[in-house]
RNA sequence: GCGAAUGUGGCGGAAUUGGUAGACGCGCGAGACUUAGGAUCUCGUGCCGCAAGGCGUGUGGGUUCGAGUCCCACCUUUCGCACCA
């Protein structure tokens, strides 16, 4: 070392210089490459891949993805072999959209916004092994997602059925249920219209008992176990079945002999109810005017109003029958036999009763059941009460509101008496006994429709021969590749652009070899992300989706982390495609995600970030400005990572004074012997930082380091060399470039996440004397400095010889407590 | 309506099993060094008060020697689901 005489310019931190010069250095010596053969405790860090959007990275997609590489890099540090793949999920209507808004081809503009994403990545300082990328648009990939479809084919799994869908008439185009947010389009907001499609659709509800039980053995952010098990929405109850009187013969007469026996051979109607134990309080039958029983059941008479009843709800979209409070209705003519009271109750339509849950038909309740109350009202149908609540009997009268509460049976004949709960398991069984019904479980979860009319989709690989009928592809004839058309606009006619094109969708059956014809559609996207995990590690093998070796060692998959808006969708149809795959005997586990986080969501100035606000960051005026290194930093210093926070533009500069003061820290270091007192902090930082990184705790792990640094330069002094190197090691998961610059500079030779995650001495964060807090009549007075281990009667007397606390404690105290080591509580 | 969260200085946010509320950072104030400072460093910074002291974690009660933390009743904001029988 040169000194004295000129004192040279200290070398000063230049984040734009040091982060260039490590870019190179990962890239040439390929440091983030994972040795997935090789691999001994195997590491799979994944968090969820980006759509290559044409606007570019977004703050919130950094903030994920450094909050995943942060404990990628840690459990590197750790001695794991970390995986830490990244991709594109570039298919799918909203690259379409702005596609066709800019007037270019998908196919000339993912390729050139994936790029630019790869280019702001690579300044995000990423532990990404690209060797491993997966690009869902290209045919190398999607030759497996068809392959997938197939396997559900093969299966029994997948089905096309004519069915009522979400068709939203602006982006043109057939929606899943959880694509429909309040009866609008997820992605452009324009009220969803009802059509009737053929469609493919996988079956998705014979997996909910298990998709729900499962959740109890995963390790999950709990908001997120939370709304899948809303999601799949079970509901335990029965099913129970209403004989339909003749018309004919039994309605036409005043006096109806009724036999309360369900007469078998006669039209029944089954409902669904959660509530057998109000089967006495039946009232009346409501059936949705889709059910298949309603032109049967309308009478002559009422077929005018019926008619006109379904032509108008059939006409209404769904949000106003979904969202609107107003109850309407018609009466059919018919009455059916309530099976426990033996009365005629009079059958109605109604579009508050949904076709898709559980039968398409209800049992009214008026009495306990605020809809039905509400219905029973307006059309003035008879309202009896079957439960009592505290304070209530058989008679109290219900007023002007159903009762939902708990309570007893009354008016039940032989159940009056029993709570509800025991009610249910009882009426259940008496009702079973007469053939009358039977104990269900019902889920809400419905099956996932994946036919989508676009073009920017994998192509569903099935062909139709007027001979074989339904012919999947064969395996070895996929991919069935998309072509590169022009005309790739949708229209109204609910028929794919892709129909366009004979010369595609002409093709020789497989089976017979006669002329056939393609299935038009294309598969939703969210099928493309459903399996992408099950690819990285596999990434190269043609032959095969993943590899079975590989995979045995790297799934499933150690950590995801990812947003929660995905806590219903992507995270639930990956649990499903698992559990088929895993069925079918290509996977030997069952769930995707062993551990899964949510992050929280960046904000700004206390609103989302959004174009029409103009409060969106772009990470690249940041990184630019303050380095990538400090902008990762205080991505994850702004607030607790699994909630997010306030993103505030003059907040970054503390976290670059910070790696300001570690650069001079570590240029000016000597060589002397570490400070006592500073080697305590250290190892009580070493013990904190080592704590709160893996459980996310990323903001206090950084207060923590920043404390440190603190202590460590309190006066201008200048640190010992022991002091600052574990430091270094401590800040590389957050601030990977500046650390291994730092690492080098102290004479190492090997990159610093190659070294191991230093340890605390655990004897060096105990101390024989201690603080003891001083509460008079609980409130604080001060502390005074006493041994560890100091009885009560000695901390009595400490605490009365200090001058400040000594004056509070007047006469003898009524009672002394000492919680040892942290305070001592004299009550007077 | 149902479900899940949430509420702490001027601001973002810290606080083991109930045990010094406000760590860390921003901002702000004072000072040092400077031709200069939006650089750096030092000190200060919950509120009221000259002080002693008092008051303070959404509101109102309660338990306790002691409550941000536990219990009861409300209120706020956010998110998810929403006529699911």
Not at 465 to 492: H, M, S, W, Y
Not at 494 to 505: F, M, N, T
Not at 586 to 607: C, M, N, S, V
Not at 642 to 663: H, P
């Amino acid at each position: 070392m040169t000194m004295t005489s000129s004192v040279p310019e200290p070398v000063a931190y230049d984040p734009a210089a040091i982060e260039a010069r490590w870019r190179e250095r990962w890239a040439e010596l390929g440091t983030h490459r994972t040795d997935i053969a090789q691999g001994e405790s195997p590491f799979y860090a994944l968090m969820m891949f980006p759509y290559p959007s044409a606007e570019g990275l977004h703050v919130g997609n950094l903030f994920a993805f450094t909050g995943c590489d942060i404990y990628a890099r840690f459990q590197r540090l750790q001695g794991h072999t970390v995986f830490e793949p990244l991709g594109y999920d570039a298919f799918g209507i909203h690259s379409e959209n702005f596609a066709l808004k800019v007037g270019r081809h998908p196919m000339e503009l993912i390729p050139s916004n994936i790029r630019n994403f790869r280019r702001q990545l690579d300044r995000a300082g990423l532990m990404v092994d690209w060797s491993k990328s997966v690009d869902t648009t290209d045919p190398s990939y999607y030759k497996w997602t068809q392959w997938v479809f197939l396997q559900l084919h093969k299966h029994g799994l997948a089905y096309k059925k004519a069915a009522a869908v979400n068709w939203c008439p602006s982006c043109k185009t057939v929606l899943a249920n959880e694509q429909v947010v309040a009866g609008a389009c997820e992605r452009c907001g324009t009220v969803v219209e009802q059509r009737f499609l053929e469609q493919w659709f996988f079956n998705i509800s014979k997996y909910a008992p298990r998709l729900l039980e499962n959740l109890n053995t995963l390790d999950w952010s709990a908001t997120t176990k939370q709304a899948q098990r809303n999601w799949i929405g079970r509901s335990d109850g029965a099913r129970l079945r209403f004989a339909v009187l003749d018309p004919l013969t039994d309605a036409g007469s005043s006096a109806v002999s009724v036999t309360t026996e369900v007469r078998s051979g006669s039209t029944q109607i089954e409902v669904f109810t959660t509530r057998p134990d109000t089967i006495f309080g039946a009232t009346y039958l409501v059936l949705a005017p889709e059910h298949p029983l309603v032109e049967q059941l309308t009478t002559p008479m009422q077929e005018g109003v019926v008619r006109e009843y379904l032509a108008a709800s059939v006409k209404q979209d769904l949000v106003s029958r979904k969202t609107t409070k107003e109850k309407t209705g018609e009466f059919t003519g018919s009455y059916a036999v309530n099976p426990a009271t033996g009365e005629m109750i009079p059958i109605w339509i109604a579009d508050y009763v949904l076709m898709e849950y559980g039968t398409g038909a209800i049992m009214a309740v008026p009495g306990h059941d605020e809809r039905d109350f509400e219905f029973a009202q307006k059309f003035d149908l008879p309202i009896q009460r079957v439960v009592a609540g505290p304070g209530d009997n058989a008679k109290t009268p219900l007023g002007d509101a159903a009762y939902v509460g708990d309570g007893v049976l009354v008016n039940s004949e032989q159940f009056d008496g029993l709570g509800v709960e025991e009610g249910k398991v009882k009426a259940t069984a008496w009702l079973a006994s007469k053939h009358a019904g039977v104990g269900v479980t019902n889920y809400r979860l419905h099956d996932w429709c994946i036919s989508r009319q676009r073009y920017w989709g994998p192509p569903i690989p099935i062909i139709y021969c007027d001979d074989c009928g339904t012919v999947p592809v064969p395996e070895d004839q996929l991919p069935v590749l998309l072509p590169n058309i022009p005309d790739f606009k949708p229209d109204d006619s609910g028929i794919s652009p892709l129909a366009r094109h004979q010369e595609w969708y002409r093709v020789p059956c497989p089976s017979c070899g006669k002329q056939a014809r393609r299935e038009t559609d294309v598969s939703d996207t969210f099928l493309d992300s459903a399996w992408y995990f099950l690819r990285y590690p596999s990434v190269g093998r043609d032959d095969v989706p993943f590899d079975r070796e590989t995979t045995k060692k790297w799934l499933p998959v150690t950590t995801y982390i990812g947003g929660n808006e995905h806590a219903v969708l992507h995270l639930l149809y990956s649990r499903f495609i698992t559990m088929v795959l895993h069925d079918a005997g290509h996977l030997d586990f069952e769930e995707p995600f062993t551990k899964f986080r949510a992050h929280g969501l960046i904000i700004k100035e206390g609103a989302k970030m959004s174009k029409s606000k103009g409060n969106v960051v772009n990470p690249d005026d940041f990184i630019n400005e303050w380095g990538a290194d400090a902008f990762r930093t205080y991505l994850m210093f702004l607030g607790p990572f699994e909630e997010g926070g306030d993103f505030r533009d003059s907040g970054i500069s503390g976290v670059k004074r910070f790696l300001d003061r570690l650069w001079a820290s570590v240029r000016d270091c000597g060589t002397g012997a570490a400070d006592d007192e500073v080697l305590r902090k250290l190892h009580a930082t070493i013990k904190k930082v080592g704590e709160d990184t893996p459980a996310l705790s990323y903001n206090t792990a950084i207060a923590a380091m920043m404390e440190y640094m603190n202590v460590l330069r309190r006066g201008e002094r200048v640190p010992a060399r022991a002091e600052v190197e574990p430091m270094v090691q401590m800040v590389a998961p957050f601030a990977p470039h500046i650390a291994e610059e730092l690492w080098e500079m102290l004479g190492h030779k090997t990159s610093v996440f190659q070294s191991r995650w230093p340890a605390f001495d655990a004897s060096l964060l105990t101390s024989d004397t201690i603080d003891l807090v001083v509460q008079v009549g609980g409130k604080t007075r001060g502390k005074i400095v006493v041994a560890k281990d100091i009885t009560q009667d000695a901390a009595l007397a400490a605490a009365k010889a200090d001058p400040v606390i000594g004056k509070f404690i007047t006469g003898e105290p009524k009672k002394v407590i000492l919680v040892p080591g942290r305070l001592l509580n004299v009550v007077v």
